[in-house]
């Protein structure tokens, strides 16, 4: 394995220690992760983590530790946000598929008085229902509790692969500058329930360029600039995440790149119109990296490869990262134990599907028991992982920038 021997070493002996398949997050990278973003985003930047990349709360507890407030899209994410000790001031709601029983949360949450930081919300109909579930509480505008950014979809094509583009005008997510008048009115306008801070965009996950980015925030600085002079409390502007992790021997842009090319669109709007906050939702960034899936060899076939090569069975698949199945992502993977000449091997996975395939890869001859390690899996893993088969889900294990491994949530632990 390409990288530090006390790495490898302790990934194989978290393979050993705690069972195979096993997530493993390096902390210390999981820092340098959180520097890079918050160098380029410093204060006063909200700063927030969305937990779609990885929600154990071991991992949102130490990113909350680094400056990250927590970003979530249902009551699910939610819980486990606040099992980690974020409080509710620091969460924020987003998310086309908010139910009723999410909105109710939010709305309760307010009448308490423990509001959420905010929620964006996606459509009219969602504007509405929210608003009336407000009022049937008690809430009004003058209580200012119940904080509402409106996603905008930008409508633009992202530079990053089709199932990720949500920022693309024929997707889902959020509202069309045109359906934004529609979403205020129904939420009661500008004297109703719903306390109206700002607009909150993402463009889409593991941007390859910066100016498609950059022209979705300069669209997004117009329409807040619109909303500006008839909301009272417009001062949000949220610019989702989205920032890329490189596969090995690529080069893409980083935080700061992605920074210089929003501070170049906010110096040419005007100061009165500019935001008085701004707000960054990274996940991938923050976790990809640190990550990794410890698996073990089951078999080793000869010649069985699409080129003739060796075809290894290991005992991690789509159950543990459905990435490559769902978008053909491509995740490098390293021999931990074996030893000897690399050759290419295919590796698959060991659910029965076709397409738990995850790759051809340089390894050294394989045999049953060897470990091998799936690098940048500490984003869309995890979370992503499900039963299929009757599979258990893997432990999840946290290692220590002292070299120590300990277990952040046990095997088949669903919180």
């Not at 959020?174 to 009661?188: C, D, H, M």
């Not at 965009?201 to 925030?217: F, K, R, Y």
């Not at 100061?271 to 960034?285: F, H, K, V």
């Not at 010649?303 to 003739?308: E, L, N, S």
């Amino acid at each position: 394995m390409d990288t530090d021997p006390r790495l490898t070493r302790s990934l194989a002996e978290a393979g050993d220690r705690f069972g195979t398949p096993v997530y493993v997050t390096d902390l210390e990278a999981l820092r340098r992760a959180a520097a890079d973003v918050a160098g380029a985003f410093p204060d006063p930047w909200i700063r927030q983590f969305s937990l779609k990349a990885n929600d154990v709360p071991a991992i949102i507890e130490a990113i909350g530790g680094l400056g990250f407030g927590a970003n979530v899209v249902s009551a699910g994410e939610w819980s486990l946000a606040t099992r980690a000790g974020i409080s509710n001031e620091r969460i924020t709601l987003e998310g086309v598929g908010k139910s009723d029983a999410d909105l109710r949360a939010a709305v309760d949450a307010s009448r308490l008085g423990q509001p959420l930081r905010w929620i964006a919300v996606e459509s009219a109909e969602e504007s509405a229902m929210l608003a009336a579930m407000a009022s049937q509480v008690g809430l009004t505008a003058s209580d200012h509790r119940l904080n509402v950014l409106l996603r905008l979809n930008p409508e633009v094509e992202p530079d990053t692969h089709a199932g990720l583009a949500v920022g693309s005008g024929s997707s889902k997510f959020g509202l069309r500058e045109g359906e934004l008048a529609e979403a205020i009115e129904r939420g009661g306008g500008a004297g109703g329930p719903l306390r109206w801070r700002g607009v909150q965009l993402h463009v889409g996950s593991q941007l390859t360029g910066v100016s498609v980015w950059q022209e979705a925030v300069r669209r997004a600085l117009a329409v807040f600039a619109s909303w500006k002079r008839t909301l009272p409390n417009f001062e949000v502007l949220d610019v989702g995440g989205g920032f890329p992790v490189a596969p090995a021997g690529e080069t893409m842009p980083g935080p700061a790149e992605f920074a210089e090319a929003l501070r170049i669109v906010l110096e040419a709007v005007p100061g009165d119109r500019r935001p008085g906050s701004l707000a960054i939702e990274p996940g991938r960034y923050l976790t990809a990296r640190a990550g990794w899936i410890v698996a073990r060899v089951l078999h080793v076939r000869e010649g069985r490869g699409p080129a003739g090569e060796p075809l290894a069975v290991i005992d991690a698949g789509m159950t543990e990262l459905i990435r490559p199945a769902l978008y053909g992502a491509r995740h490098e993977i390293s021999a931990l134990t074996a030893r000897g000449r690399p050759r290419s091997t295919l590796v698959e996975g060991p659910i029965c599907e076709s397409t738990d395939r995850l790759g051809v890869h340089r390894l050294p001859p394989l045999r049953r028991g060897d470990l091998v390690a799936i690098v940048d899996a500490g984003a869309y893993a995890s979370s992503m992982s499900s039963r299929y088969n009757g599979r258990p889900r893997p432990a999840e294990v946290l290692l220590e920038a002292g070299g120590s491994l300990r277990l952040g949530r046990a095997r088949g632990d669903r919180g």
